[in-house]
């Protein structure tokens, strides 16, 4: 079963921290590009950066709700419950995975670019052997991830803060963009369907499940709720820790007027020195290196045995690096490749939540208050970004 072949590698999951595992996945370089590409407004579409961190956190404890009950990965289950449709889900699924990859590759391309003075071919090739020999070290690195995990949430909530104190930016405009949710014109709905697929990443809802489920086989049977409780707890805990970062992210973009990663890195080379610069560029390449790591695990529970589309981990690696090397090397924009890809699991969304939900629906959960409430929220999400598909999609054939 998916479950079982990857146990070996969630196994280094399975003494807690799971939730901060997954929650390192939202402070990838993805969030930082689709942040700062939204500071063009200001501080205006802060309102979707919060809406997608309480948005995620609701998917990710449904999750695990869902892994609680079926004692199954949401992945099996998929393959289970809808054997024919799988067959045209599973590609999505890869697709995100590779997204997921790219994004976090670029990250690291674009913050050794950021601090070396070496060519861009250069930096092409160091990232990526750098991302192939993380891979072939995969179980040594698995059985770190978690401290990496928390060490980079701690590094990235510490810069935040500290850049925050730095540019004390007005209070008025930064309040104004949470309360009063609004779309300054058509271009906007582009950048907030970036942070919806930049925060609320598919393969997170596959893995959190994952690993939940190697957390209650390695505790006691009495333990199951505890466990259970325990994973929902440190959920909203870190995924309110990213969603913090995350508009952090995006009120210094707007402070300093950037929008994008570049731009930020100059702006802040700029008026805070050298050293801040430097900082900003090695936080990105920590970001993408442990964000990477979450990719892996969640492709080996997408892709792996028992998927109705088998991918190895270097081929789902290679399929994300040989695209982005040749488009970066071609002298395609690192931070727009970075926020096409987040744009694009924004689009695959929708063929995850909604699958979620409608298993969910089928089990014991509706039958409590509680439950019924996280089924109804869901479900908003959920039609929320079939919403903003379709009106992407219209769009977009509407104007040629």
Sequence with gaps: MIAAQSRLRFGAFATGGAAFAVGVGYMDPGNWATDLDAARYGNALLWAVIVSGVAATLLQILAVRHAAESKRSLAESIARRWPHAARFLWPAYAAAIVATEIAEF????????????????????????????????????????????????????????????????AVG?????????????????????GIVGATIMPHNLFMHGALFLDRVRAAAPA?????????????????????????????????????????????????????????????????????????????????????????SPIMRRLCALVPAMALLGFGFSAS???????????????????????????????????????I????????GSLSCDGILIVTTLTHG
Excluded: M, W, Y
């Design 223 to 311: 333990d199951a709720d505890n466990v259970r409780r325990r994973a929902e707890r440190e959920t909203i805990v870190a995924l309110t820790f990213a969603t913090g970062i995350n508009a952090a992210i995006l009120i210094v973009g707007a402070a300093i007027h950037a929008t994008d990663i570049e731009t930020a890195f100059r702006a802040l080379h700029a008026s805070l020195g050298a050293i801040a610069g430097i900082a900003f560029a090695a936080t990105l390449i920590v970001a993408a290196l442990a964000a990477t790591a979450s990719g892996v695990c969640a492709g080996d529970a997408i892709c792996g045995e028992g998927a109705p589309l088998r991918l």
């Design 173 to 193: 405009p930064i309040v104004a963009g949470i309360v009063h949710p609004k779309l300054p014109d058509g271009a906007a709905f582009l950048a907030v369907i």
């Design 106 to 169: 670029t990250g690291v391309v674009l913050g050794l670019e950021l601090v070396t003075s070496l060519s861009r071919t250069l930096v092409v090739a160091l990232a990526g052997f750098t991302f192939l020999a993380l891979l072939a070290c995969g179980a040594t690195s698995a059985r770190r991830f978690e401290r990496l995990a928390i060490a980079t949430t701690a590094v990235l909530a510490g810069t935040s803060a500290i850049a925050l104190v730095v540019l004390h930016p």
């Design 376 to 383: 109804a929220a869901t479900t908003i999400v959920g039609l």
């Design 336 to 374: 727009t490749l970075i926020v096409v890809s987040q744009i694009a699991l924004g689009l695959i969304l929708p063929t995850v939540v909604v699958p979620l939900i409608a298993l969910v629906c089928k089990g014991t959960l509706r039958r409590t208050h509680g439950g019924r409430l996280l």
